[in-house]
């Protein structure tokens, strides 16, 4: 399929992305206008140089629909680079890979952990010196609630 | 035609339960605002007899002996995972009617040549992992048909996990399912309908089925005699095209011309918005939600496409046009693209309710604006209609509002996010 993503979680069509020719007049949000007048019949050089204005949304984001924000609280993932009261960007869509931090549900409470797949079953991982590690043992309901793909941390 | 119906099990249940596990399993109920009625019920909840619309006092008894969870509706969050929702079935067929918060219609036509089933099986499977709802696929020739398999698949009358393709039935199988299920089951088949129907000693899908329309026409109603062209696989109702429904009032058309600028638009809505806001004062209901949705000529295949749709819940159900226009102008600037040649904008009434029985947001500073709305039909009677609008005072905040027991907009507040620890 030759579509892709927008905000808004509708398609454009490739030929639109890749247009030469941008509609006169109907700035994109956030797209700079040339502040240079163009004299008729003598294009600006820059004008090939257009480009829309970095998105961090774009760069956060892989698919919208399914991007969650959740707030940590505590420190026990400290040693993955989570603080407490960061902003983490959660992809549900995302498959679950060895060693992904994910968030977890352990018997109906959220955790955010890393997953290891281990000889004796799968343990989800803190990091803060085995404190606070699951070893998930057979009689636990966990299930997989979304991949953590950032942290977004203040300074 | 293939059209398939997608519907989300127990709507703000599930809803609540993505962000709070721990009611997986629960009985839960979603109590409506101030007159606390059962407006969602999980499945224990129906298990233990409880019905739609039963008032809380009536159940707290109930409650206390079977530990049921009533939650306050969270509407910016049902909203939210709604139009989430619908953009991810969008990716299954970009021909979609979405119907209400929590069902569209697909049009499946160009998918002939795939397992349909398996198709279905996708959908659920994806919106279950990316968002965490439970939804039932039913999938049909018409659109009656297709609102019959959704019931079929979620009662596990026919079909497999959730999904059923009424095709992969035999006529005779069909015959045996039909006649298990009651007509009003049936879309557009409302109580009093029904009553007047098993009188006549129609009292199942089955038995509407081998009516004769014709008869049936000229003793009820043009509408009737569809819906038994529709039981029998003769498509008379186009995606978009709703039946007498009480759920939704839909104003929407098509432009003369191409519009490309988000005023012009703007007013289109506005005007969408005046028209069904008499419809809805006329029949006395007041709108919970406002849907507004844009869209290309998907007819034209050379021409960048877009098409968008946000809904928009509303603090307090209302009626009142600069209110409905307000909340719908706000989610078209949300839904706008620039440099796209629209050809169609329309707006909808969700979640509608009798205007005798208000739920009242304490935190309102919204007046009666019942005189201000006559003058003002009046002011775009004669100028036009769209003339008077009130675009500038868009605000999400204005919706905002404050309920016991109301679970956090976990996906539309930053304060109100999720915490993991």
Redesign the interface.
């Known amino acids: 399929m030759n579509r892709n993503p927008v905000p808004g979680g509708a398609f454009l069509p490739a030929e639109r992305l890749f247009s030469a020719f941008p509609p006169p007049c109907i700035p994109r949000p956030g797209t700079p206008l040339l502040a240079s007048p163009v004299p008729a019949g003598f294009p600006s050089p820059a004008a090939d140089f257009v480009e829309d204005r970095l998105s961090l949304d774009e760069h956060l984001i892989l698919h919208r629909e399914a991007t969650f924000f959740v707030r940590v609280t505590g420190h026990s993932m400290n040693g993955f680079g989570i603080h407490d009261g960061d902003l983490l960007v959660v992809d549900r869509s995302l498959e679950v890979v060895d060693r992904s931090v994910v968030i977890a549900v352990v018997d109906g409470n959220f955790t955010v952990k890393q997953f290891c797949r281990t000889p004796g079953g799968i343990l989800l991982r803190s990091n803060s010196q085995g404190h606070g590690d699951i070893l998930v043992s057979e009689d636990q309901e966990m299930s997989i609630w979304g991949v953590v793909r950032w942290s977004i941390h203040a300074i | 035609m293939t059209i398939a119906l997608v519907d989300g099990n127990n709507f703000y249940v599930s809803c609540e339960r993505v962000f709070n ?2 009611l ?1 399993g629960r009985p839960v109920v979603v109590l409506s605002n101030n007159d606390g009625m059962a407006v969602a019920r999980s499945a224990e909840v129906k298990a233990l007899g409880v019905k739609m619309g039963t008032p809380w006092f009536k159940m707290k008894d109930l409650a206390r002996r079977h530990g049921i969870v009533a939650l306050s509706s969270n509407y910016a969050l049902y909203a939210d995972m709604s ?3 619908m ?2 079935l ?2 299954f067929s ?1 021909d979609q009617e979405i119907y209400s918060i929590d069902e569209c219609f697909l049009n499946l036509d160009g998918f002939a040549n795939r397992d349909l089933v398996r198709y279905g099986q996708a959908m659920r499977r ?1 919106v279950k ?4 709802l439970p939804v039932c696929v039913g999938i049909a020739e018409t659109k009656t048909l297709a609102k019959l398999a959704n019931h079929c698949a979620k009662k596990a009358l026919a079909g497999t996990d959730s999904v059923c393709d009424f095709a992969r039935l035999s006529d005779a199988e069909r015959s045996r399912v039909f006649s298990t299920i009651d007509v009003n089951e049936i879309w557009g088949v409302g109580r009093r309908l029904s009553e007047q129907l098993i009188a006549r000693g129609i009292t199942s899908v089955e038995d509407l089925r081998r009516a004769d329309a014709k008869t049936l026409r000229r003793e009820f109603s043009v509408v009737l005699e569809r819906t038994v062209m529709e039981l029998n696989g003769i498509a008379c109702l186009e995606l978009e095209e709703a039946v007498a429904n009480k759920q939704q009032i839909i104003s929407s058309r098509s432009f003369g011309s191409y519009v ?2 988000l005023e012009a638009l703007g007013e289109a809505v506005a005007s969408y918005i005046a028209i069904a806001a008499e419809k809805l004062r006329s029949q006395g209901s007041h709108a919970g939600m406002v849907q507004v949705f844009i869209r290309t000529n998907p007819h034209r295949a050379n021409s ?5 749709g946000l809904t928009i819940p509303l603090a307090e159900a209302s009626d009142d046009t600069l209110m409905l226009t307000r909340a719908a102008l706000w989610g078209l600037k ?2 706008y ?3 796209f040649a629209y050809q169609k904008a329309g707006v909808a009434f969700l979640d509608l309710r009798a205007a005798g029985t208000p739920q009242i947001d304490m935190f309102s500073t919204a007046r009666d604006n019942t005189r201000l709305m006559a003058a003002m039909d009046r002011i775009n009677g004669i100028w036009g209609r769209g003339t008077l609008r009130s675009a500038a005072e868009g605000s999400g905040k204005k919706w905002q509002m404050k309920r016991e027991s109301k679970s956090p907009a ?2 539309t507040q ?1 304060s109100e ?5």
Request: proline fraction near 14%.
């Open positions: 596990p721990r997986e139009n989430r929702m953009a991810v969008r990716q970009p994806r992992d990316w968002l965490g490309h600028d960048p496409q877009y098409q968008g949300r839904i693209r620039p440099g976990y996906t930053w996010l999720p915490r993991v620890g």
